[in-house]
């Protein structure tokens, strides 16, 4: 049973479906973080349906006619954005306002979705855990605090994250960003979002940034690519990820490095040590620290 009350977002998806019916649009599922809540955690409250297809004309069909959706709705035509990807209808202007996304997406996952009866529906496609988070980690350029909370719930229930790190479906820029956009969170305004959220596992942003530790943070041993201009190029699981791309371009060596010797040369605490700061090591402290007595190759 759910603690949260998903009325409205029943009868959003109810007039997405109506939509794609209307369209004759026959391959979609229902993703994001509705889906999430009410699927599989009941975790937090949530204000969107998010409606994908990797049908790519099928988005236009809904973009070419968005202009008698909205007439259709209720709503001005002002009040839908309209992107090469995807087109949203705000039908609420609050601060977590209702709206609906069609949104064109790939599959990232071999077993992407299930079907089943969801918010008064039948028989609807909805992508699996693994498969929101992953296009959240991969495809939304702005990671949102909701997002992190969704982040932080799987990584504590399933261990999601740390799964979805190990398989290459984050790039180690792409992995980068989303750590540097978490800092840059100012904390008031996170911890505010969060009692909007309802999610009552946590209460702060240093809450969220325990839970995601693991996917954030280097173990005691940290695997180090390094080529033969002393930058580093890789680390952890990228370095295996990116082997081959390695071999084809050049010479490069592989180090196991103790956090400890990572923090002493970059004059921290091995708790304040992220990857943000490894991968941006310049090259006299990366020889330094892969010649020291306790690195290995």
């Not at 909007?196 to 954030?216: E, M, P, R, V, W």
Request: with cysteine.
């Amino acid at each position: 049973m759910h603690k949260y009350n998903f009325e409205e977002q029943s009868k959003l998806l109810e007039i997405a479906v109506q939509i794609l019916e209307d369209y004759n649009i026959k391959e979609w599922s229902f993703g994001g973080g509705t889906a999430l809540s009410t699927a599989y955690y009941n975790h937090r409250m949530s204000y969107d349906i998010d409606i994908f297809s990797e049908d790519f004309s099928a988005i236009e069909k809904i973009r070419e006619n968005y202009k008698e959706i909205a007439s259709n709705l209720s709503i001005s035509h002002k009040d839908v954005e309209v992107s090469p990807s995807g087109v949203t209808f705000l039908l609420s202007n609050e601060t977590h306002g209702l709206k609906i996304d069609f949104l064109y997406g790939k599959s990232l996952t071999s077993a992407s979705y299930i079907s089943q009866d969801i918010l008064g529906q039948k028989n609807i496609k909805i992508q699996t855990a693994t498969e929101i988070i992953s296009r959240k980690l991969k495809y939304r350029e702005n990671i949102t605090i909701r997002d992190f909370v969704d982040f932080a719930y799987v990584e504590k229930e399933d261990h999601i994250l740390t799964s979805i790190k190990q398989t290459g479906i984050i790039e180690i820029e792409r992995y980068l960003d989303i750590i540097n956009q978490f800092n840059e969170f100012n904390e008031e305004d996170f911890n505010q979002e969060l009692v909007y959220l309802d999610a009552d596992f946590i209460d702060s942003k240093i809450c969220i940034g325990k839970l995601l530790q693991n996917f954030f943070t280097p173990n005691d041993i940290v695997k180090i690519a390094v080529d033969e201009n002393s930058e580093i190029i890789a680390f952890d699981e990228w370095v295996t990820l990116y082997k081959e791309d390695f071999e084809s371009v050049g010479v490069y060596n592989i180090y196991n490095v103790s956090l400890e010797d990572i923090s002493s040369t970059l004059n921290k605490n091995i708790e304040d040590v992220s990857y943000l700061n490894i991968y941006n090591i310049n090259e006299n402290k990366v020889v330094q620290i892969c010649n020291n007595k306790n690195a290995t190759l």
